[in-house]
């Protein structure tokens, strides 16, 4: 490493462990660092080695399966199988080396410290290549992917690359910085994931840093304790006064040791290993205590990050820690969880537990609801809360957590800003929304969805104007699961996309296929806000078209008030004016019930409006008014208006004096597979 290496492992030596460490570490203990972080480092690379091969197999594989294999990626390949065969040899040398050389003089040093960083600099440069090559020769989709596989191997060198702090940073930079440059220069929208590759190199970087400062840390320290007991074994001889201070010091460095690994490095609060040490100690001490865990989750927290900064979310994280502490104690314990999560476990005779979980959670909600000043800013902070109670049941202290973490989670759906304590109930639904999020994996290829179709009638001559498509699902292991059940958990876990790209092409293959309808009748498909967002959603609706056969202006789109949100509306914009300039219509479904939608139409071009079928159902004085209103404005903006809903006569007579354009609802029909409608509709008086 030679001068320069020791002059900057003293900078860090200095800066990160002791301020002045600088001047009392002397050339033989950063000898002995740098060793062990050379021979971690050759201990790290089987690791490296292994991730390259895998994800170099996965890379090859992927574009085999994407058919974008050419003879540069077979040849690509083969060099890293190469490169890796190089690496596992001068590994196994090296082992060897050191099996026979405990101590390595700067020659040999620097010998093997070139050999290994020539190693890992090689490896990267090939997935450079790779990169430089491949992004801008195959689809979206390899893009993206290729982007996961790089960002695996940056996220895994974070920690295996720790030991060699330049080294680390260059094959980061190396790693992720071409694709990045690449994906900005491409056309379309690849600069999102160029600024995301951007960002993760940043966070990626970071984390390597601190990797690095920690590893560092330890090893001084380490050291530093050899030499004390080294130092207690040698000199027995000396007074019983330094033999206190030296085991006072090794006591103070072996809890310096210990602190790292059952604190958070952030606010000082316990982590998980010391809240399960805490607990574990105060079992053992026995006696009549019973146990409650408050699992406390700051409310949009992630808004203060995107919206601040990463750094002024952190000092926020610092203060809230600071202001929880102040409620531990002998039996009372605080931890940071994750993230913006924080624990507070606590101790007491079963008749006295639950009037202090109330008391502590509004002390703590009382605190932590203090503003917060930093740098300029006034920010106030608050939190939902899950509690969950040992009584009776003894459980471990994870199961504890993972119940009150439900019940936090349960608060956060119901709004936030609440206490939910946990039941037996929240963990069947949360057992039974993982089973039906595992088999929504399963049901398109299992052919366990189909759609009914519901149709939209004319109030000017009671013509159908279109079919709404509505997707059932008959699970083949959970059975029937309705829309209002399974529909978030698509939502949420993303499944939408692929779900909705599946129930556009069959809407519209099935509406081709019908002979017995009108050539101008359309078809309605419900999209979700998830998929409208997704790159190239616009392009994936016209390739469905032109598959399909049918004509664009048979198409209509309907989206919820969601698109109104003006954190993503001139994206959604954007997209939605792209599949209207294509003759494909857009309705806003739900109208009514979100968004304040009135207000905003002028925003997104749209065609229509349904109103809710809430408003239709309930039609007394205030739901005239909110239906009134909005058609008044809905046709000052030259939009039809849908009613949703009719089940009776009179509702659609009602909705024919407002002046709506069309109907919707089981007075026409019911949902079926096929084209339907009531013929003898007009002259219906009841319910059907």
Request: glycine share 8%.
């Amino acid at each position: 490493m030679g001068q320069k290496a020791t002059s900057l492992v003293k900078r860090f030596a200095k800066r990160f462990v002791d301020p002045d460490v600088g001047h009392e570490a002397d050339k033989d203990l950063i000898g002995k660092v740098r060793r062990d972080q050379l021979d971690l480092a050759y201990r790290n690379s089987w690791a490296n080695i292994l991730v390259n091969l895998a994800a170099g197999a996965g890379l090859l594989v992927m574009f085999w399966v994407q058919g974008e294999v050419v003879l540069n990626t077979l040849l690509w390949f083969a060099a890293v199988l190469a490169v890796c065969l190089v690496r596992l040899w001068s590994g196994f040398r090296y082992y060897k080396v050191r099996q026979k050389t405990p101590e390595l003089d700067d020659r040999d040093y620097k010998h093997w410290y070139q050999e290994y960083v020539a190693g890992v600099l090689v490896a990267v440069v090939l997935w450079a290549v790779i990169g430089v090559l491949q992004i801008p020769n195959v689809r979206s989709e390899s893009q993206f992917l290729t982007l996961i596989i790089f960002s695996g191997l940056a996220g895994g060198a974070t920690g295996i690359l720790a030991p060699i702090f330049i080294v680390g940073r260059v094959y980061l930079v190396i790693l992720l910085l071409p694709p990045a440059i690449l994906l900005l220069a491409m056309s379309g929208l690849n600069y999102i994931l160029a600024i995301l590759a951007i960002i993760f190199l940043f966070v990626m970087l970071f984390t390597h840093r601190n990797n690095h400062v920690v590893l560092f840390r330890s090893l001084v320290l380490h050291h530093r304790n050899e030499g004390l007991v080294e130092d207690l074994r040698h000199k027995n001889r000396i007074t019983e006064d330094w033999n206190a201070k030296l085991e006072a010091r090794v006591a103070q460095r072996t809890e310096e040791l210990r602190n790292l690994v059952v604190h958070d490095t952030l606010t000082g609060l316990l982590n998980r290993d010391g809240i399960v040490e805490w607990f574990d100690e105060v079992c053992g001490r026995g006696g009549d205590l019973d146990f409650a865990v408050l699992f406390i989750d700051l409310d949009h927290f992630k808004q203060i990050n995107d919206g601040l900064s990463h750094a002024i979310g952190d000092e926020v994280l610092r203060v809230v820690g600071a202001r929880l502490r102040q409620f531990g104690g002998p039996q009372h314990a605080v931890g940071r969880w994750g993230g913006d999560e924080f624990l507070m476990v606590l101790a007491a005779p079963i008749d006295d537990l639950h009037s202090l979980v109330m008391a502590t959670i509004k002390k703590t909600r009382d605190s932590v609801n203090q503003p917060i000043n930093i740098s300029g800013h006034t920010l106030h902070v608050g939190f939902s809360t899950g509690v969950a109670f040992a009584t009776g049941h003894n459980p471990g202290i994870s199961e504890l957590i993972h119940w009150a973490d439900l019940a936090a989670a349960e608060v956060k759906r119901e709004g936030r800003g609440n206490v939910h304590n946990y039941d037996s109930t929240l963990l069947l639904e949360q057992e039974r929304r993982l089973s039906i999020n595992q088999a929504l994996r399963r049901a398109v290829q299992g052919n366990e969805f189909y759609l009914a179709y519901q149709p939209v009638v004319s109030a000017k001559d009671g013509a159908i104007t279109s079919y709404e498509v509505l997707l059932r699902w008959n699970s083949a292991e959970l059975g029937t699961i309705t829309p209002d059940e399974f529909i978030p958990i698509a939502e949420e876990s993303a499944q939408i996309v692929g779900i909705g790209e599946w129930v556009l092409r069959e809407a519209c293959t099935t509406l081709n296929s019908w002979q017995d309808i009108s050539p101008t009748t359309k078809v309605a498909v419900n999209v979700s806000i998830r998929q409208i967002v997704v790159p190239n959603f616009a392009r994936m609706v016209e390739g469905i078209l032109r598959e399909t056969g049918l004509p664009a202006n048979r198409l209509i789109l309907e989206v919820t008030e969601s698109i109104f949100d003006q954190r993503q509306i001139m994206l959604i914009a954007d997209v939605l004016s792209v599949l209207h300039d294509m003759g494909i219509e857009v309705h806003i479904d739900d109208f009514g019930t979100g968004y304040s939608s009135l207000s905003r139409l002028h925003q997104i071009r749209v065609d229509a409006v349904k109103i809710d079928k809430s408003f239709v159902l309930k039609m007394d004085e205030n739901a005239r008014v909110v239906i009134e209103g909005a058609i008044l404005i809905a046709h000052r903006f030259g939009l039809n208006v849908i009613a949703e809903g009719v089940e009776t006569d009179q509702q659609r007579a009602e909705l024919a004096s407002m002046g709506v354009d069309a109907y919707q609802g089981y007075f026409f029909a019911r949902p079926d597979k096929g084209p339907c409608v009531d013929p003898h509709w007009q002259t219906k008086k009841s319910p059907v």
